[in-house]
């Protein structure tokens, strides 16, 4: 029997936990082609970043490409903005912008965008990538013991006075259902109602949980690339360890609050099959 794959996109993997890359990406398509577009929102769910190399999209055609994913939204007021195209915020290198700690976007809002899709206008010669970490696998890869001792904990992100949301740690992805493990480095403050002791010894450790390198994606760029992250399901990290100039243009899309996740029905009552060997 024959069996015909009539997918539109050609994917790869580009890492073992993280990410697949489109290979010959069709711009026109990406833009125009609502198939296409379908299964790009649909690779994204599956492996929660995909790498499209070389597409130089215009800004028109990024926030076009960005609203295959929803609605693209209105950078915070803080940010700077690309100067025709106020859907676009630009990251320029020369004006002082960084993101060299792990984070999710937004965290410090009820809720947080859904997607980033980011372009690379300036390179620089070396340097500058950008790596991202998968957080669903992170929780996966969490003892079952540490998994009861977080359930249902919530936890502080704060970037200021107007700036401050409380999550869940652990959150359900509104579209797989999948948990992820929802606490960054930048933003989370602390695990509320526990003594300060405990989430100061528990919270490092998942901070530090979530970038180990199993779970992540490090994408060395090229001028024109654009890479599009599930905000939800990862974190990322720029490195600023360049010389010379790096422009990056972003556009967010929508995202929707998230509830819990709860494990009772799956790890009550202690050791079950899923046990690891810890
Ligand atoms: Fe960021």
């Given at each position: 029997m024959t069996v015909t794959d009539d997918r539109i996109l050609d994917l790869q993997p580009v890492s073992g936990r993280i990410g697949v890359k489109v290979v010959a990406p069709d711009l026109d398509r990406l833009v125009d082609d609502e198939v296409a577009r379908a299964e790009l929102h649909r690779a994204l769910l599956d492996h929660h970043l995909v790498v499209l190399p070389?597409?130089?999209?215009t800004p028109e055609q990024h926030v076009a490409m960005a609203s295959a994913f929803g609605d693209p939204v209105v950078p915070e007021d803080h940010l700077p903005k690309h100067p025709d195209y106020p859907l676009v915020c630009r990251f320029d290198s020369a004006v002082?912008?960084?993101?060299d700690k792990w984070h999710t976007d937004g965290?410090?809002?009820?809720v947080v965008p859904s997607v980033a899709v980011l372009t690379m206008r300036t390179s620089p010669a070396t340097g500058g990538d950008t790596v991202w970490a998968n957080c669903c696998a992170a929780y996966d890869d969490l003892s079952n013991g540490m998994k009861r001792l977080i359930d249902g904990r919530k936890a502080l992100h704060d970037q200021g006075p107007d700036a401050k949301a409380v999550h869940p740690v652990v959150v359900v992805?509104?579209?797989?259902g999948l948990p992820i493990l929802f606490v960054n480095d930048i933003f989370t403050r602390g695990i509320m109602n526990l003594p300060p002791e405990e989430s100061n010894a528990i919270l490092p450790f998942l901070i530090r949980h979530v970038s180990r390198p199993e779970f992540t994606y490090r994408h060395s760029w090229a001028e024109g690339d654009v890479v599009v992250w599930d905000n939800r399901s990862t974190q990322h990290y720029a490195l600023f360890d360049f010389d010379g100039q790096r422009v990056v243009e972003r556009v967010h899309v929508a995202g929707v609050p998230m509830e819990a996740y709860r494990i009772e029905s799956e790890v009550s009552g202690g050791d079950s099959a899923t046990e690891g060997p810890w």
């Open positions: 070389g597409l130089y999209p002082g912008y960084k993101a965290t410090f809002r009820d992805h509104p579209d797989t």
